[in-house]
């Protein structure tokens, strides 16, 4: 089933021509109400349509007597104000709701012709056009002998909206990547290349659309599948693709910490899209992870952060002064220790690591009791600006003065906000 939507001014040709083309189960005449509105070209009595041409007037019957439409197959749908864009705009609002009443589980083809009508009628089915996803969008075209109106020999030609709206989509998709909202962006893309765009314009949307999806999966920690979607475009993202390969152990050149500075770019994109708890936890989680690593190398211990174990100490590798006084505290001879316990261990080994923390250790409690409190922990308070970039400060900035003495690389790039 098919419905046309026409503006009506006051050329009844392009219409009777759209009408014969198409050839609807239903129209709806969108025209302009009152004593001298376009409303009577449509089905007003005699001869209501009027053609100018070379200063000549020449009459003919309405549009429906024209095309031969029954009663039941058109509608007038009038408005009061036709220059008006508020009320052209609402009126055919009003419209779209009305169709998708009255003949919404037909699921009809419908097509809006902007050809006639007032300028504002047409821009006003245009906006509604464009908004409404499975309306196509029509305009009537024929040779023109001046600038005033086609004359004769028009066909009504379907109008690409998508290549119009594209660089609306495109917009909103550089917003949602300007918040790291990557997955948004992904369904944006996604939505694009459901419609017919060029060549060109598809090629963009999958771009972006794989890309969207590999920064998603790495903003999951997902590290082996963003891997697998960056690859196709490695050339233009290789130190991201160096990164990953840190991760996943492809790397030979990887200090093994990376995913200490990935969890602090996580955390800084939490904080851009205002998850300050999700920020804070996060860079509790890259402190702790920090210690952990570090244990499992200066205990010389082979580990696999996929690994039930992976952050666990078996008794034995501790050296053999320090293994009798935690025996104790070890659970079917493995050690499970908290992010301070493992710094103490650490200063116990004599480690720099250790040490360090020893001596900021007031100024890390501070920090590791505002991410107690937060909801995401063990507390009710939500977390604030300031109090995250205070956090920020002090565990960052720890890590930070940690890895510079020791000469540990824990730097990764923070994820792209342009594809």
């Known amino acids: 089933m098919t419905i046309l939507i026409l503006t009506v001014g006051g050329s009844c040709e392009p219409l009777v021509n759209a009408i014969l083309n198409e050839r609807p189960e239903f129209v709806y005449f969108v025209c302009s ?37 029954r009663k039941d197959q058109y509608e007038k749908w009038e408005i009061s104000d036709p220059d008006s864009l508020a009320c052209c705009y609402n009126r055919i609002v009003e419209l779209a709701k009305e169709i998708r009443k009255r003949f919404g589980e037909k699921n009809p083809r419908i097509v809006a012709n902007y050809t006639g009508g007032t300028k504002t009628m047409s821009v006003a089915l245009a906006l509604v056009a464009m908004i409404e996803e499975d309306w196509e969008l029509q305009l009537n075209k024929g040779p023109r002998v001046d600038l005033v109106k086609v004359r004769g020999g028009d066909v009504p030609i379907l109008v690409n909206k998508w290549e119009v709206f594209s660089d ?56 082996e599948e963003a891997y697998v979607l960056l690859l196709p475009y490695a050339k233009d993202f290789v130190q991201y693709k160096i990164t990953l390969e840190a991760f996943l152990g492809k790397s030979k050149r990887a200090s093994g910490y990376e995913l200490v500075g990935d969890l602090i770019r996580n955390a800084e994109r939490r904080a851009v899209q205002r998850r300050y708890d999700d920020a804070v936890a996060r860079l509790y989680r890259a402190l702790e992870l920090f210690a952990q690593i570090r244990l499992k190398d200066v205990l010389k211990i082979d580990w696999s952060p996929a690994s039930k174990e992976a952050f666990s100490i078996d008794l034995n590798c501790l050296p053999e002064e320090l293994r009798q006084r935690y025996r104790e505290k070890a659970e079917d001879g493995r050690l499970k220790f908290g992010l301070v316990q493992d710094f103490e261990l650490l200063d116990e080994l004599k480690d720099p690591f250790g040490s360090l ?10 920090a590791i009791n505002k991410r107690n409190l937060s909801i995401l922990a063990h507390g009710l308070n939500p977390l604030t600006l300031s109090e995250y970039e205070e956090v920020y400060s002090k565990i960052v900035g720890f890590i930070k003065e940690v890895a510079e003495r020791t000469k540990i690389n824990i730097d990764v790039p923070q994820l792209p906000k342009d594809l």
């Open 33 to 69: 109400a009152g004593r001298t509105g376009s409303h009577i070209t449509v089905d007003g009595p005699g001869e209501p349509c009027k053609e100018y041409f070379e200063g000549k007037t020449y009459t003919k019957p309405s549009i429906v007597e024209q095309t031969g439409l």
């Open 168 to 223: 609306n989509i495109l917009s909103a998709i550089k917003e949602s990547l300007s918040r790291y909202d990557y997955s948004e962006a992904s369904e944006l893309a996604s939505n694009a290349l459901r419609h017919p765009l060029s060549e060109e314009k598809q090629r963009y949307f999958q771009r972006i659309y794989s890309l969207s999806k590999a920064f998603e999966a790495w903003d999951r920690f997902n590290h």
């Open 357 to 366: 923390f020893k001596q900021k250790k007031e100024v890390l409690l501070y």
